[in-house]
């Protein structure tokens, strides 16, 4: 799906259909464990077409409010939810006195391992720069958008990445055009409960960039495993059905991030069979490159 523009209203007191993008992630070890219990992990992230539009209108009187235009789930959004926060910190750090009325469009499907909410909280904190005409340096923003969370800074990044550490060490990466099948079954998935999980698997040897795009068991798009995946299939019997659902079209499923949803490569057309009616299913293209790359 392309991407529209991003439409400004002169002279920048708003600013309309402003993109976030999901990620999958195409595998993501679990390398170790720090002292302070954060994991370290390994993964590529890639940026796909489905995405959640945000809308921005100026205020001078410096509140920052937000409402819900339609949200992806039976749940409302949490009054604070990132979105929220990512305005309020960088607020705060340009020192700014303007404010924001925030609408957001919900379409990306929470505790899906998809990024929705991290990649909303980036792409606020690029669209108000520009509506507040503030510039914080890279690394501020960056320090920022770790503290909201640790996929933020990933969709800060403008494209594909190949990711280490906490989710702070961002390498960009070149990945070939490609469809996908995303299924995010009914059931989610809150990733806490995954990373407690004491049968969760820490010590995943350390992979290289350079094995990643030298596969020698097929596509990058296989490279690797997720090592959340068998805690979230014992959590959540659904994660394993879409699996199954994927395996039986002949097509080769992991999860995403922490889940509940996974993916498939697509690697021709093919008609889907019918999935159960509760589930989502998606095919979606990988982006060339995050929509407000640049920003």
Not at 55 to 65: A, K, M, N, P, S
Not at 114 to 138: F, K, N, T
């Amino acid at each position: 799906m392309q991407q529209q523009p991003i439409r400004a209203a002169a002279p920048l007191k708003a600013l309309y259909d402003v993109a976030a993008p999901a990620k999958l992630n195409l595998f993501l070890h679990i390398t170790g464990r720090r002292p302070d219990g954060y994991h370290l992990l390994q993964s590529v992230f890639m940026l796909i077409d489905w995405c959640d539009t945000l809308h921005f209108e100026l205020r001078t009187d410096g509140q920052i409010t937000r409402s819900d235009l339609g949200t992806g789930s039976a749940e409302a959004l949490p009054a604070e939810d990132l979105v929220v926060r990512a305005a309020r910190a960088l607020q705060n750090a340009s020192g700014t006195s303007l404010g924001v009325h925030i609408g957001l469009e919900k379409r990306i499907p929470a505790q899906a391992g998809m990024g929705g909410g991290s990649s909303d909280a980036a792409s606020c904190l690029l669209a108000l720069q520009r509506l507040w005409g503030v510039r914080l340096p890279p690394a501020n923003l960056q320090a920022i958008a770790l503290k909201l969370g640790a996929d933020v800074p990933f969709f800060l990044s403008g494209g594909h990445a190949w990711v280490e550490g906490i989710g702070e060490k961002i390498t960009p990466l070149a990945l070939p055009a490609a469809r996908f099948v995303v299924v995010k079954p009914l059931a989610g998935l809150p990733t806490d409960a995954i990373f407690r999980a004491p049968e969760l698997k820490r010590d995943t040897e350390t992979a290289t960039i350079q094995g990643f795009a030298a596969n020698s068991n097929g596509p990058v798009y296989e490279f690797g495993h997720n090592d959340l995946q068998p805690v979230a299939q014992a959590l959540c019997p659904q994660v394993g059905q879409s699996l199954d659902w994927l395996s039986m079209q002949h097509l080769k499923g992991r999860m995403t991030g922490s889940g509940s949803a996974v993916f498939a490569h697509l690697p021709h057309a093919m008609t889907l069979a019918v999935a159960p009616g509760d589930w989502q299913v998606r095919t979606c293209s990988n982006l060339e490159a995050h929509p407000l790359a640049g920003w």
